[in-house]
Structures are given as structure tokens and as C-alpha cells.
């Protein structure tokens, strides 16, 4: 059997509980193409309790694994920029690797006065707790085919082999499994052959799609024995959490005027 998925530490500052319950209720949007962001909301729920949150889908363009990249930018940046016209927004959270791949650049430059937090493959944390120096990313056809992903593991993983597998089967299936249904473990097995075969199978998996945290237990009932599975839920409700808290102090200096008077009754603006 599998190990159970191991938290990540990206590094950033995190928030403590105190900050983040101190905060005035902020709003924060989490945004995917599907329900599998429901995985990061619920961690970023825990750091975060007294949040309002906004969890927006584009169930109409799922999935986003095989859409062109121009495509998921100009989506992505007009259903953002919709909720943020509505809604004074603390954060938000592109819950879907597939898009913060692609979208990110586009999203900061529109929204400057927002901290936005995207979801990338773990790819650093991966290459330094794998033990036999085989890493492996599972992730949806577009995450392993894009540049961002390929830099990662040039940046952080050259001492490592790094095997990638793309399937937009388990995407569907975690959905499936959302909505109740039965996932088949021979199917998994099917979708996983080309590292079940392997002589020396990756020993580290990286869940490159917020999808497939909803999938754990069935993987690890799949991968050999002793496999590490890595997840960035963890990391990425820290990262949100600490940014509000940030923002919220900001704001509340932002307001803050300090006001004197002198003796001929003119008022200095600090």
C-alpha cells in the first residue's frame, strides 16, 4: 500500500489562526473549470473559517485540459473580472492547474490591487523526498505538455528522473466519484500501466490537478507499495491565508487618517 499524501511547505510566511480569524469576514473567490478546487477550498476553509467564499466552475468549457491556451486565458480573465465587478474580493484562487499555468500573467496584470494564488505542480518539494530519485507527475494533457511545467523540472528536479503522465480519464472519473459513483480500481490500473510496469517505478507522485486529491485513497490502494503522494492543498490555503491577513491589515492602514489641529485652525492630512 501506498503512503497517505504528504502536506508540502512552499515557502511563504503562513498564517497563524489568531490573524486569521481576526480578519473582518474578507471574501475570497475560488475559481476551477470543475469541482476538483472544492479540495483547495476546503483547506483554505480551515486556515480561514470566517471567510465568505465564492466557488465558481465553468462547467459550460470543462475541461479545460484540452482547450487551446488563448482560449483558457480569455475565459478565465472575463469570469474573474465578472465576479470582482460584484464582489469586493480579498483573494482569489485559481483552483486549477491547467489554468494557473496559462492565466496567472494575465490575471496580475488586470487585477493589481487583488493577491492572486495559482496551483502548480510540486515539483521542488517532490525531487527532495523522493528516496530512489524517480518522481512522478500525474496531471491532465495540458499540464504536462505546457512550457511552465518543463521549466519546473529543469529548475528543480535535474538531479531527478521525472516521469510525466497526462490523462484526462481521471479528471472524469474524480467527478464521478463527487457525484457518488463508484471508481474502479482496474481502471486506475489501466490509466497507471506505464509506471506499474516500470523496473523502478516513481516512489514520489505529484498530483498535478486539484481533481485528484479527490482520488487518494483509490491511488494509493493502486501504487506500490511505500509511494509517496504529494499534494500542495496544504501550501496553497497557507499562501491564501497569510495574503489576506496582509490585505486586511493594509486596507485597515489605508483608512486610518490622522488628523491635527493648529493654532490657526488649518487641518494637517497625515
Not at 209 to 216: R, V
Request: hydrophobic residues 45%.
Amino acid at each position: 500500500m501506498a503512503i497517505a499524501r504528504q502536506d508540502v511547505n512552499i515557502s511563504s510566511p503562513e498564517a497563524t489562526t489568531s490573524d486569521a480569524q481576526s480578519t473582518a469576514n474578507p471574501t475570497v473567490l475560488v475559481f476551477d473549470s470543475g469541482v476538483g478546487g472544492l479540495s483547495i477550498y476546503r483547506e483554505i476553509r480551515e486556515k480561514l473559517p470566517d471567510a465568505h467564499y465564492i466557488y465558481v466552475f465553468d462547467n459550460e468549457a470543462f475541461p479545460y485540459g484540452e482547450k487551446p491556451q488563448e482560449f483558457i486565458i480569455e475565459r478565465v480573465v472575463r469570469i474573474v473580472s465578472a465576479v470582482a465587478q460584484q464582489h469586493e474580493l480579498a483573494a482569489i484562487v485559481i483552483a486549477c492547474n491547467t489554468a494557473s499555468t496559462v492565466s496567472l500573467p494575465a490575471l496580475r496584470a488586470k487585477f493589481t490591487d487583488i493577491p492572486i494564488v495559482g496551483v502548480v505542480p510540486a515539483i521542488k518539494p517532490a525531487a527532495k523526498l523522493t528516496c530512489n530519485g524517480v518522481v512522478g507527475l500525474l496531471a491532465t494533457r495540458a499540464t504536462v505538455k505546457r512550457p511552465y511545467t518543463h521549466e519546473l523540472i529543469e529548475r528543480f528536479a535535474t538531479e531527478c528522473k521525472v516521469h510525466l503522465l497526462g490523462s484526462a480519464e481521471l479528471v472524469e472519473l474524480a467527478e464521478k466519484k463527487l457525484h457518488g459513483e463508484k471508481v474502479s480500481c482496474d481502471e486506475l490500473r489501466r490509466i497507471l500501466a506505464p509506471w506499474l510496469k516500470m523496473k523502478e517505478p516513481p516512489d514520489t507522485v505529484v498530483l498535478g490537478c486539484t481533481h485528484f486529491p479527490l482520488l487518494e485513497e483509490e491511488l494509493l490502494s493502486v501504487l506500490p507499495d511505500g509511494t509517496r503522494i504529494i499534494d500542495s492543498g496544504g501550501a496553497i490555503a497557507r499562501r491564501t491565508a497569510w495574503l489576506v491577513v496582509i490585505k486586511i491589515k493594509s486596507e485597515v492602514q489605508k483608512k486610518l487618517v490622522l488628523l491635527t489641529v493648529l493654532k490657526k485652525m488649518s487641518i494637517v492630512n497625515y
